[in-house]
Structures are given as structure tokens and as C-alpha cells.
């Protein structure tokens, strides 16, 4: 096995033997990312000097017997939806491209700390919201298994570097699958903790109430790895949980006993493809015959889960958003344009002595934040903010928010009761695997159905993990979705490690 | 009665600044008049990431105001977002409460020691917390519209209180605001400094007209902008007017079709309000829960500290002072006006000079005068409560009379020394009586015409004695030498 096809801590168990050092790691990804990214595009930015000027600095401070932060010198991408102090960070949108924070998000600092080096940073579709990263305003990203195909998203590029040898590890975010789905797509493994489990500050917001940061890896222990060190208690966001953070690669290899596993019946329905329902039954005998009973159940709210979250994400994004107004930060119209076009539309209505119109023209303002955002913003950005300011308007609020409020707490009723009976749901990531790339990019809601199986966790505000399971006929990865209680990560970890202790689908490499 | 045909009918939402260090999402100051742009922080001006984490003093404040403004605390509250545009609102959304407000259903008692109006007890309505928004500066000098924007306030934790359209006059507008704003200080809620906006007034106004079909009310006005107690009083008179003539010239009333309500602003200059939204559409403000912060539970055991807590109110000292010392409405009102160290002072100086009436009147009169005079507060002023006591036991004792005790007190204040000292200085000792009897008969006896006229039934001839007893001696005591000398002359 080549250097970067090994999972994380295996490399980091020959760092901290020095059997190898960070800059030859950092040299090693930075080649394949020079051979490969031309074609996976997975990066939005890479400073290859800086990262390997701090793995020269780790390095040196191993040579010289110095305490190591945890991730003592291994490369990590970051999601572009991290705030890093003095890189440009975008969210892959144009309203940001020329925004440079002043801070790191807490989770880049938590790394920082743990002497990560940074290796770059990923594209993802704007603002998060997609299922296959070509709402990117800058440029798509491919899937290593099938550069014709969608790495999934919004954490397309996270998952893709992973899948194509570029980093050993990466942080994703998840509102409502992101990163899970693309983990199922691209072969990789992907976590999703609990809401409050990870601090959200300095990650730009999305839907805030759904959000959660993530790592990605090959194996389960790499995303213990990477959760372990980002996990935890933040004062500065009062949504973070105040529990302590186990140590979940130290309890990883211990097997779990009297495993019990929900089946929803919901999750097999029409529209999920019978080769990932296959992958899907077998893995579930893989873990019978680890001595796991399984049972079958319903969630009966969770046909509700596209609906609810599609009020909900979008009511919150129309609010977040709400400050990329070309006023303080970030892109702004060009602004003679803009007062020579008004001063022109003026005349002409003066012109033609049309009072109405002319009382209703902007003021500069009103169409600096009009052309601002008009231009600022793709697509897909602009049809949730739409969606969400029409559900949180007056006379709306009350039947689609308030609803959907409602519905939520129905479907983490569903959990909640599940988990009454099971240790976990298990199930598909996704309905099918990875698309073409432009397949679904006209059918807003085609799209939006990738999320079936993903979107309800978030919901309920708890952990999920996606973990490779099989591959289709034409090659295409496959992910096997477990879901557990609240801050059950650990035992989720140890469940996904059992399963990558028994199978092997997770060591399989594209060939690029 | 009043002497126009309808009544005032005034709300008012009052917005007032915490007096706490940091703002009320993050640790940036909120010290008044700082460079531009040097208190903010990624939290404050909405930077992409950031998050806010509510501030326990700003909440702990916030109770205490409502609490002293007898509002009931519900257990459960939480955040809001009202969401606008505007250049100083850099996150599109000010975070404040809408439909569970961490108060509501208060009232604040109101009273006139002029007896102008009848005490009564003013509804508040909901007291909420929220966070101020940046200040947009705008220079359009040379003809070229420029607009700065400083965010240093952005993020100040400011307590919204809004009072039940209970208020009838402009009288009643003023006692509410003194009321309030005194109220908050003691507390030390707020410094409610009208000139560095930590209180700003909004007023909604109407009045009811008195016909022969009944009341008529007029559309709601909402007045914004005032900026000072004056403002508003002027503000009032002049829009209940202007709703009487418009009335009269339209007939207009409120609910009308076609009628809203309208936001006007006060020109001072001129006199007059202006029309500042004509619109027919209300905003929408989108309000939602916050997703970033967490709802705060306030239990009843919180409550009843905080209550427990509580520093004495304005009403309940001026309640104490009338009946523990005696003195009046009018009096204890102005001493409990200017602060809570003023009646400290005051109580000292009535319990040292053994007169609650006297101590009153020294610190009221004299007292009150030097400070306007010398633009001097409390803590300037050099004669501590010990001193002044002092001087009043003098005169109650009737060791000096009261204008030379005016003089002492004169020294006393310029040369910060005690009334002993004053006294001595000024040449004042109490005159032994066999002295004022020498005096008075010396006298009695230079001056015939007086005695005859005394004789003859006119007492108040007497008075001129006085005045001569007085050049032979300064500190004779008018009314020992008025009594000395009758009796001499009656003896005659």
C-alpha cells in the first residue's frame, strides 16, 4: 500500500516512531494532488509552502522530544465553510470570494493545536446546500471512482480528496446528509455527531439548529481520531454540550456485545436501488453473524423528513444569509454601475412622467442590496432564501415553520422510541449512488430526495455514520448509514469499526 | 377641566442601555464615546462564523427592572430574531424577543407633588431584552451623500419597555419618564443619559374626542426621535393638536379604511411633527427563535432573590422620608430626584441637626443652590452631612439666628471648615442675656418715640429697635432683642 492509500492513525503511529516525518507525508499528498486535483477538483484553496512549513516545524519539535499535539504532523483538508484566520474562506460562493477572516473557527484552532497541518481547503456547493458539489460558484468536483460522476455533496470535495489519496483525513460539516452522502458516494467514511457534540463557531451558517461539523477518514478509527480532538465543550457557542469527550480510539477495538439493530422499514421503499439494498441486507448479515440481532420497525414520521427539513433549513439559511449585503465584508455590486443604471431608469421615467413607477424606484440602498445579492448569490442559494423567507413571513409562519416545528419533534419522537428497542438504526446512506455530474442539476427536488435517508437524523439532532459496503455492478462505492442516540458516538464508532474489522470495503482505492 | 374637547392618550416604548461592561453577546465594551469601530469583535459585527452568547449580567438587570416595575417573570423565555435591512444592522437581524418577552404585565405608580394629576399606576405592558444596533452617520455636506457607519453600540444590551396607553398628559408623560429613569438609576440598571442615547423614547399618541355621538379616537401616531424630556412634552401638545384639526378637517378616525398607523419624527426647530413612513404596509420582521441561543429559564427561586435583593425604590424613600422626618411631598420629592447619595446625605444631616424639616430646608435651598450654581454634583461639594448637620442643630438649638447661620454656611462652604470654625471667623457667639439686656435698655432708652409708639399700641415699632441693637452688636438675636425690649418698655 502506497503512503497516502493508508488509513490516518497508521500513518500516525510510523510518524510518531519516526518511521516517516510530516513533510514527507505533506510532500507525499502535495504530488498527488498535483497529478490528480486538475481532474478531481477537489480544492478551492492549497498553500502546499505553508503546510509544508508547518510539517518542517513538527517535525523538528519530534526530533527535539517535544510533546505532540494528537495529530502530531498528519494533514488535514478543511471544508471551506471554516473560518481560517488569514485564508480566504468562501463557502464557495461568489459573495465571499474576497472575504479573509480575522479568527479560526474553534474547530481549525482545535487542530491547530493538535498539530495538524493544514493542507487545504475544500469545495463544497455554496453555503452548503447540495447534494452533489456543483453548486460550487467556482468550479465542480469529480468523483475519483467516476470523474463522469458527483463526489455528493456539500461536502463533495472533503470526501473526494479522501477517496483520491490527496489528504488522510478531513472535516466535513452536515445539515442534512453533507457528509454522509458524499462519504456513501466517494467510499470513505463519514461522521455525523450529534448536534452540540462539535462547536459551531466559526463554521458560516447554514441552518444553524441542523448543523454539525464532522470528520471524514478511511476507517472508523480515523474519525475517532479526528472527532476525538474536535469534539467538546465551547464557550462560545452556547449550543455546544457541556459532556466530557470520551477517548474513542482508546475503546474502538472493543467489540460490543448483545448488539441490537433496527431496520426502518421506511428506509426500503420505492426509489432506494436494489443493488444498494443488497449491499444494505448484506452487511446486516455480516454483523448477524458477528453476534448482532436484528429488528425490524417503522418510523412512521419520517416521510415527513424532506418536507420538514425543507421548511426548516431554508427559514434558517434566509435569516443567515441575511448579512452578505455588500455593505461590511464580501462582494458588492459595482457601485457607478449600479448609480449610473438608477440615475438612467430615473430619467427615463421622468421622462415619461410615470409617477408610480418612479415613487416605487430603489433608493441606492435598497439597490445595492438588490444587485449585491443578485450577483452574489447561485442559484440554488437564492431558491432557499426564496423558500425560507416566504415561510417565516406573516400569515405563512404559523403552517409552514411552526408546523414544521411540530413535525420535527414528531420524527425525534421516532428516534426516540426506536432506540427503546435497538442500539441503532441502520440502513442506506443513500437511495442510489453517486450521478452523473448535470444529471439532477434542473430537478431541484430530484436532488433534494438524496437527502431521504440522512435529512431526519438532523432533524433529531443525532449521530449518524456512513461506512463503505459493497460496490455497485459498474463500480460505484456504497454506503451502509448507522444512527445512534444521543452522544453515543463511542459505542457508533465501536460499531463501525467491528463492521471495517470484519469487511474490507473500506480499504478499496479508485484507480486514478 | 381641560380646555380643548378630547383626551391625550399616550404609550410609551422606552428603550434603555445596561449599565454592564461588555455587550450583550460578546465581551466588547460598551464605554460610551470610543474612536469609531474600536469595540467590535467577529460576534458583534456579524462576521460569517460567529455566534452569540448571552451576557447573565444584561439578563440579571433586566430582572431587576422588571421586577422593581412589578412585572410578573415568566419561567421560560427566549430569543428572537427581527430581521430588517439596514447598513448598521450588519447581520440583517437584530436579536431581540417577540412573543415570550422575559417580562410582562407590570406598572409603575406615578404622582405630582403639585397635585397637577391624580397618583396613579401606569400598566407596563412587556419588558424585553435586546441588542442596539450601529450608528449610521450621514454627511452630505459639499452635496455628495457620504454615510459612515460606527458599530461600537452594535451589540449593546438595551432593556425595551413599553407602558400601556395609560398616559393622559403631558404632566403625566413627564412624571412617567422622571419616574422611570429615576427608578433605573437607583437600581443602577441604567445611566438613562438622554445625551448619550442610553434612554430613547418612542411615543404612540392619539386622542379621544368628546362629541355628541361619544368618543372618537384618532389614528395611532407613532413619534420617534425624542431626545429629551422637553421634546417629548412639545412633541405631545403639538400632535394632539394637529390629530384635533385633522380631525375636524377630515373626519378621520381611527380603523377607518385607509388609516394605519404612521411613524412621524419631532423637528425642534420648527416646532412640528413630520411624517416619516406614509406606507400603508407594515413591516415584516420575519421574527423567529434564534437558532444560536439557547431559551433561559428564570426559576421563581431566581425571581425571589433578585426581589430580596432589590435596593430601596424611589416612591418607597419618598414614603419613608414624608413620615420618618416629617416633611413634605414637594420636599422629599426633590431630594429623592437627585439621587440616591442626596438622600443618604440628607437623612445624616436631619438626624445629626435633630429637625427632618430644617435639614430639609438647608438641603433643598442652600445646599441645591450651590450645586446648580458651581455646576457642582454631590461628591463635589465640600461640607460633608456631619458638617451641615452640624450648623442646622446650631439653629435648631437657637444658638445663631437664621441669616447669619446663612453666612456661616456661606464661610463654610468657601473655606471648607465646620460651623465652629465659620462662626469664630465670622466674629458670631451667642450673646450673654445680662449683654442683650444692657443693650436693649440702653437703647429702649435713646429712643422716646418708639416707646410711645409702643406705648400707643404699635408692637412693629419695636422693629426698628432691632436693627440698632444689631449695629452694637451682630449677633443679637432679633426676636430675643424684639421680646427684651417689650418687656422693658412694658415695665415702664
Not at chain 2, 265 to 293: H, I, N
Request: proline residues 6%; hydrophobic residues 35%.
Amino acid at each position: 500500500m502506497s503512503l497516502t492509500d493508508r488509513p490516518a492513525t497508521d500513518l500516525l503511529r510510523d510518524l510518531s516512531a519516526r518511521k516517516i516525518s510530516s513533510v514527507e507525508l505533506v510532500k507525499a499528498y502535495a504530488e498527488r494532488i498535483r497529478r490528480f486535483d486538475g481532474q478531481i477538483k477537489a480544492f478551492l484553496h492549497l498553500d502546499i509552502d505553508a503546510a509544508l512549513a508547518k510539517a518542517r516545524e513538527i517535525d523538528a519539535r519530534r526530533a527535539a522530544g517535544q510533546p505532540m499535539g494528537k495529530l502530531g504532523g498528519l494533514p488535514v483538508a478543511i471544508k471551506d465553510v471554516l473560518c481560517t484566520q488569514g485564508i480566504r474562506t468562501t463557502c464557495a460562493s461568489k459573495i465571499l470570494e474576497n472575504f479573509v477572516p480575522p479568527y479560526d473557527a474553534t474547530v481549525v484552532r482545535k487542530l491547530k493545536e493538535a498539530d495538524a497541518v493544514i493542507i487545504g481547503k475544500t469545495n463544497m456547493d455554496e453555503f452548503a446546500m447540495g447534494g452533489s458539489t456543483e453548486n460550487s460558484a467556482y468550479f465542480k468536483t469529480t468523483n475519483p471512482w467516476d470523474t463522469s460522476r458527483v463526489p455528493g455533496g456539500s461536502s463533495g470535495g472533503a470526501a473526494a480528496c479522501l477517496a483520491a489519496g490527496m489528504a488522510p483525513l478531513s472535516i466535513g460539516t452536515d445539515t442534512g446528509g453533507s457528509i454522509r452522502q458524499p462519504a456513501a458516494f466517494c467510499g470513505v467514511t463519514g461522521l455525523k455527531p450529534t448536534y452540540g457534540r462539535v462547536s459551531r463557531y466559526g463554521l458560516v451558517a447554514f441552518a444553524s439548529s441542523l448543523d454539525q461539523i464532522g470528520p471524514l477518514g478511511h476507517t472508523a478509527e480515523d474519525c475517532a481520531l479526528l472527532l476525538e480532538t474536535i469534539a467538546g465543550h465551547d464557550p462560545r457557542d452556547s449550543t455546544s454540550a457541556d459532556l466530557p469527550v470520551p477517548q474513542y480510539t482508546a475503546s474502538l477495538s472493543q467489540p460490543l456485545q448483545g448488539l441490537k439493530l433496527g431496520l426502518v422499514r421506511e428506509h426500503f421503499g420505492p426509489g432506494l436501488d436494489s443493488e444498494i439494498e443488497a449491499a444494505v441486507r448484506e452487511a446486516v448479515k455480516d454483523y448477524q453473524s458477528l453476534g448482532a440481532t436484528v429488528k425490524e420497525l417503522s418510523m412512521p414520521h419520517s416521510k415527513y423528513g424532506i418536507a420538514t427539513y425543507y421548511i426548516i433549513a431554508p427559514s434558517e439559511a434566509s435569516s443567515n444569509l441575511a448579512r452578505y449585503d455588500g455593505v461590511h465584508y464580501g462582494y458588492r455590486t459595482d457601485e457607478k454601475a449600479m448609480l449610473d443604471e438608477l440615475a438612467a431608469k430615473q430619467k427615463q421615467l421622468e421622462s415619461a412622467q410615470d409617477a408610480k413607477k418612479l415613487a416605487q424606484l430603489d433608493t441606492p440602498l435598497i439597490r445595492l442590496y438588490r444587485k449585491t445579492r443578485a450577483e452574489g448569490f447561485g442559484p440554488e442559494v437564492k431558491r432557499r432564501i426564496m423558500l425560507g423567507t416566504y415561510t417565516l413571513s406573516a400569515g405563512y409562519y404559523d403552517a409552514y415553520y411552526l408546523k414544521a416545528l411540530k413535525v420535527r419533534r414528531l420524527i425525534r419522537q421516532d428516534y426516540d422510541k426506536a432506540f427503546e428497542e435497538v442500539d441503532f438504526v441502520v440502513g442506506p446512506t443513500t437511495p442510489s449512488p453517486a450521478f452523473k455530474l448535470g444529471e439532477k442539476t434542473d430537478d431541484p427536488l430530484a436532488m433534494y430526495l438524496e437527502d431521504l435517508y440522512t435529512v431526519t437524523l438532523n432533524l433529531a439532532g443525532l449521530g449518524g455514520i456512513s461506512v463503505p459496503c459493497g460496490f455497485t455492478k459498474s463500480g460505484l462505492p456504497i454506503g451502509l448509514q448507522l444512527q445512534c442516540r444521543p452522544f453515543d458516538e463511542e459505542r457508533l464508532l465501536q460499531a463501525a469499526a467491528m463492521y471495517q474489522r470484519a469487511t474490507d470495503w473500506h480499504t478499496k482505492r479508485p484507480s486514478l | 377641566m381641560p380646555d380643548h374637547p378630547y383626551d391625550l392618550i399616550v404609550g410609551l416604548e422606552t428603550h434603555v442601555q445596561l449599565l454592564t461592561d461588555s455587550k450583550l453577546f460578546c465581551g466588547c465594551s460598551t464605554a460610551f464615546g470610543a474612536p469609531p469601530n474600536t469595540q467590535t469583535c467577529p460576534v458583534c459585527i456579524g462576521l460569517p462564523g460567529s455566534l452569540p452568547v448571552m451576557n447573565r449580567e444584561a439578563f440579571r438587570l433586566g430582572l431587576v427592572a422588571a421586577i422593581a416595575l412589578n412585572c410578573e417573570i415568566p419561567q421560560f423565555t427566549k430569543w428572537d430574531r427581527k430581521q430588517y435591512y439596514y447598513p448598521d444592522l450588519p447581520k440583517g437581524y437584530q436579536i431581540s424577543q417577540y412573543d415570550l418577552p422575559m417580562s410582562q404585565k407590570g406598572w409603575l405608580e406615578i404622582s405630582d407633588p403639585k397635585g397637577r394629576f391624580a397618583a396613579k399606576k401606569v400598566g407596563i405592558i412587556r419588558a424585553h431584552l435586546e441588542e442596539d444596533a450601529g450608528k449610521s452617520l450621514h454627511d452630505e455636506a459639499a452635496g455628495k451623500a457620504d454615510s459612515r457607519i460606527d458599530l461600537n453600540r452594535t451589540g449593546t444590551p438595551l432593556l425595551e419597555i413599553v407602558s400601556a396607553p395609560d398616559i393622559r398628559s403631558t404632566e403625566e408623560t413627564r412624571a412617567y419618564l422622571t419616574e422611570l429613569k429615576l427608578l433605573l438609576t437607583y437600581l443602577n440598571v441604567s445611566d438613562c443619559n438622554m445625551q448619550e442615547g442610553s434612554l430613547r423614547v418612542d411615543a404612540n399618541v392619539n386622542i379621544h374626542i368628546h362629541t355628541p355621538q361619544g368618543k372618537i379616537a384618532t389614528p395611532i401616531v407613532e413619534i420617534k426621535n425624542l431626545n429629551s424630556f422637553r421634546f417629548i412634552e412639545r412633541a405631545l401638545a403639538y400632535e394632539a393638536k394637529r390629530q384635533f384639526d385633522a380631525w375636524q378637517e377630515t373626519g378621520r378616525k381611527m380603523g377607518d379604511p385607509g388609516t394605519f398607523k404612521q411613524t412621524r419624527g419631532w423637528d425642534d426647530a420648527e416646532g412640528v411633527t413630520f411624517s416619516q413612513r406614509e406606507k400603508e404596509e407594515s413591516s415584516d420582521y420575519r421574527y423567529f427563535p434564534d437558532p444560536d441561543l439557547c431559551p433561559v429559564r428564570t426559576p421563581t427561586a431566581e425571581v425571589q432573590k433578585v426581589r430580596g435583593g432589590l435596593a430601596e425604590l424611589p416612591a418607597a424613600i419618598r414614603h419613608r422620608l414624608e413620615k420618618s422626618h416629617g416633611i413634605t411631598p414637594y420636599d422629599s420629592d426633590v431630594i429623592v430626584a437627585q439621587g440616591r447619595p442626596l438622600v443618604d446625605y440628607y437623612e445624616e444631616v436631619a438626624r445629626i441637626g435633630g429637625d427632618g424639616k430644617k435639614a430639609a430646608n438647608w438641603v433643598t435651598q442652600e445646599l441645591l443652590r450651590v450645586l446648580n450654581e458651581r455646576n457642582w454634583s454631590l461628591a463635589q461639594f465640600p461640607l460633608t452631612a456631619a458638617a451641615l448637620g452640624e450648623l442646622v442643630k446650631l439653629v435648631v438649638a437657637g444658638e445663631i439666628e437664621i441669616t447669619r447661620a446663612k453666612e456661616v454656611f456661606n464661610d463654610m462652604v468657601a473655606h471648607k471648615r465646620s460651623a465652629g470654625e465659620s462662626m469664630a471667623a465670622l466674629g458670631i457667639a451667642k450673646v450673654d442675656t445680662s449683654e442683650l439686656e444692657a443693650i436693649c435698655r440702653e437703647i429702649v432708652a435713646a429712643n422716646p418715640k418708639i416707646v410711645a409708639d409702643v406705648k400707643a399700641g404699635k408692637q412693629q415699632a419695636v422693629g426698628a429697635l432691632v436693627g440698632q441693637a444689631k449695629k452694637k452688636n451682630p449677633n443679637a438675636n432679633p426676636n430675643d432683642v424684639r421680646r427684651i425690649c417689650l418687656e422693658i418698655i412694658g415695665g415702664m
